[in-house]
């Protein structure tokens, strides 16, 4: 019989690789979305990888115990995925209890859930890097200690240390993995990658003079989403649940990956860039670089694409997006 997942946030970046990865390996693929009156179910994204219809929708909200619980009673998961999240850390400021009820509190209704409704299933928990904050360590480990620097971090780190507590208390088979900044086309134009490549496919087409940015000395370790999907997955497959860091191991300046993708199209991003002083965060978190060592040594996993091969293809499809829509 297929495996069946349920999956939080599937009409996200993540969501919808996951999907896609778990619908080639055979799963029924559940998502758990919450739907507005006025948009209905935003599935573009599943759309764009032409998987449209093959994802089962559910109707729930992560802040809703009793309509999560029935998703896993209706969808009988073997693997439940928790990557809904109010995502966005310069949002997290602006929305502190949001942010902590839905990035914090909601791990744990999907948690609970699981141990009333189906407690053999095993459970991933989106954690972030955002976590290790305010660097203790020159590069990050399983084993480093965390300094979250805002809202959403500290939010994050509830939910993480929340799914080692269900794993000790209850036995649950839940896994987190720690995951460094990840990109793809897919990504939200408010995060700085996907900011920057549909700002450099709007210069390039005329639609727009300038990209307004704000601190470019931060310097995050990117990877591609869709390798990243591909860890959440084979965690899920060991035997034990453990919390995993995954990672590329290089780390860029928001300044260099910008120039990656001007030059792409042959642009200057001296000629273009304007820092905004409203752009910078209450709180930096300076500097990432994660050390995905245990991952290839017990997941078998690695990135395989580099920063530079993800920013073009990320513009080129901004680029044809922007093309298609003239
Ligand atoms: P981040 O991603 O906060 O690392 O969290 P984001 O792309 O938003 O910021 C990365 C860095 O770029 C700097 N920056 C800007 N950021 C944005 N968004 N817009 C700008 O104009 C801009 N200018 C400079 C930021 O200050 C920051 O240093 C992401 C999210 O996906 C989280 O949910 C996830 O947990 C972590 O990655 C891992």
């Known amino acids: ?171 649950l088979h839940a896994s987190c993995g720690i995951l460094f900044n990840h990109e793809s086309p897919l990504r939200g134009s408010e995060f700085v990658t996907r900011k920057v490549t549909d700002g450099v496919a709007r210069i390039k087409l005329g639609l727009a003079g300038e990209l307004r940015l704000g601190n470019i000395d931060a310097k995050r370790d990117w990877g591609h989403a869709r390798d990243y999907v591909d860890a959440m997955w084979r965690m899920l497959q060991e035997d034990e649940p453990d919390n995993y860091v995954i990672a590329t191991g290089r780390s860029v300046t928001v300044r260099d990956m910008c120039r990656v993708a001007f030059e792409h199209v042959g642009l200057d991003p001296d000629a273009h860039v304007v820092i905004d002083p409203a752009l910078f965060r209450p709180a930096e978190v300076d500097v990432l670089i994660g050390d995905p060592a245990k991952a290839k040594r017990k997941l078998g996993w690695a990135a395989t694409t580099s920063l530079e091969e993800m920013i073009t293809e990320m513009v080129d499809a901004d680029l044809a997006r922007l093309k298609a829509a003239a």
Do not use: C
Request: proline share 4%; net charge neutral.
């Open 1 to 171: 019989m297929a495996k069946r997942a349920l999956i939080t946030g599937v009409t996200g970046q993540d969501g919808a690789y996951l999907a896609q990865l778990l619908l080639n390996k055979g799963y029924e693929v559940h998502g758990l979305v919450r739907r507005s009156s006025h948009a209905g179910v935003d599935d573009h994204r599943l759309r764009w990888l032409g998987i449209g219809g093959a994802v089962r929708i559910i109707d729930g909200n992560l802040l809703d115990l009793s309509s999560i619980a029935r998703a896993i009673q209706n969808s009988a998961p073997d693997e439940v995925y928790n990557l809904a999240a109010q995502s966005f850390v310069a949002t997290s400021w602006q929305q502190p209890l949001l942010t902590g009820e839905i990035t914090g509190l909601g791990a744990v209704n999907v948690l609970e859930a699981v141990r009333l409704m189906k407690p053999d299933a095993r459970v991933y928990q989106a954690s972030s890097s955002e976590m290790f904050g305010r660097i203790q360590e020159a590069v990050q480990s399983e084993a480093t200690p965390f300094y979250p620097r805002s809202p959403y971090a500290v939010a994050k780190l509830y939910a993480h240390w929340m799914t080692v507590n269900y794993r000790e208390s209850f036995g």
